[in-house]
């Protein structure tokens, strides 16, 4: 039986409950090592996402777009009720407030204080790791081999062995792909994957860039010009995105339906071999001095106590 079909009118204490799903679900997804899956699941929320996700079809979407012919309007809105907006639209507005704010956050610190923010997230990335490995079976060597894939892949993709093809718009429509596919993922972060392929601080310094710049516009302090480029780098990531949502995300889910456990393995091997990634970028700006060490290493640890007590207060990760 699938999820019950969504009803179209829902109260505003509903919007703003679902709003409040959005904040912590795109918190999570902001910080490397941390699940928006995962929050997802805790809240009770996940089964409605993925039915919400896997209905957005382009056959909706283009019964959605046609809606205009009031020959159409009915099959528009069977579209709409199919595809959850109600859920989906104030999930998302959510998720974006919370990205927002946190990308501002992120730009200051890693200008001012890049090995306070990337010790942090290596911390974050690595408890993430062992939480997600002790909770996973090694049970035969397909097991340990899909592990060491992802692990061997995520750290060839890291220290840029291995590159994304493309750059510049390209780069950026196949990280938000990636990301966004991840954001649905239990145990996988999609600033995670940003940062694998050395895209997260760019990215967050262009969203804050953007705000900024529609902020100036706003008060009637700013220009169009200030606004376009970094405008353009958030609408090619949220194209990115919904292309994802459309293709890998889907991929993901049929891997986890035929072979759950070797997907879960392969992915949480991703984690693993992300975990040196945030220190490539203290590198391009400190030399690894003593205290530089030290001062990554006690950063690293606050990171995996937080992350090591976060799941502690939400009692595991459930592979299932």
């Not at 205009?68 to 099959?75: K, L, M, N, T, V």
């Not at 993709?157 to 966004?180: D, E, Y």
């Not at 954001?183 to 895209?199: E, F, H, N, T, W």
């Not at 990171?303 to 502690?312: I, K, Q, R, S």
């Amino acid at each position: 039986m699938g999820y019950p079909l969504p009803q179209w009118t829902v109260d505003r204490l509903e919007l703003v409950r679902i709003y409040g799903y959005g904040l912590c679900m795109g918190t999570a997804d902001a910080l490397p090592g941390v699940s928006g899956g995962t929050v997802a699941l805790l809240l009770g929320f996940y089964g409605r996402l993925i039915a919400a996700i896997t209905a957005l079809t382009p056959g909706r979407v283009s019964a959605v777009v046609r809606g205009y012919d009031p020959d159409r309007r009915g099959q528009a809105r069977e579209a709409l009720v199919e595809m959850d907006l109600v859920f989906l639209l104030p999930l998302g507005v959510g998720m974006v407030t919370a990205v927002a704010l946190i990308a501002g956050a992120v730009s200051a610190l890693a200008n001012s204080h890049p090995v306070v923010l990337y010790g942090f997230f290596t911390g974050l990335i690595a408890a993430s790791a062992v939480v997600l490995f002790r909770s996973l079976e090694f049970a035969s060597a397909e097991h340990v081999l899909a592990a060491a894939a992802g692990t061997g892949l995520a750290v060839l993709v890291a220290s840029n062995v291995i590159q994304l093809p493309g750059s510049g718009p390209l780069l950026i429509l196949v990280a938000g792909a990636f990301a966004i596919s991840a954001m649905i993922l239990p145990g996988v972060s999609g600033a995670l994957i940003l940062i694998l392929i050395g895209q997260y601080e760019f990215l967050s310094t262009e969203l804050t860039a953007f705000l900024e710049a529609l902020g100036n516009l706003v008060s009637g302090g700013g220009t169009i010009e200030a606004a376009l480029e970094p405008g353009t780098t958030v609408v090619l990531f949220v194209a990115g995105g919904f292309v994802g949502l459309l293709t890998i995300a889907r991929v993901v889910r049929r891997a986890l339906e035929y072979r759950r456990d070797l997907t879960l393995l392969f992915l949480v091997g991703l984690v693993a071999g992300s975990i040196p990634a945030p220190l490539y970028n203290i590198a391009e700006t400190h030399a690894w001095t003593t205290s530089v060490v030290v001062s990554t290493a006690m950063w690293a640890l606050l990171g995996a106590v937080v992350l090591f007590g976060l799941d502690t207060l939400a009692g595991g990760f459930d592979p299932e």
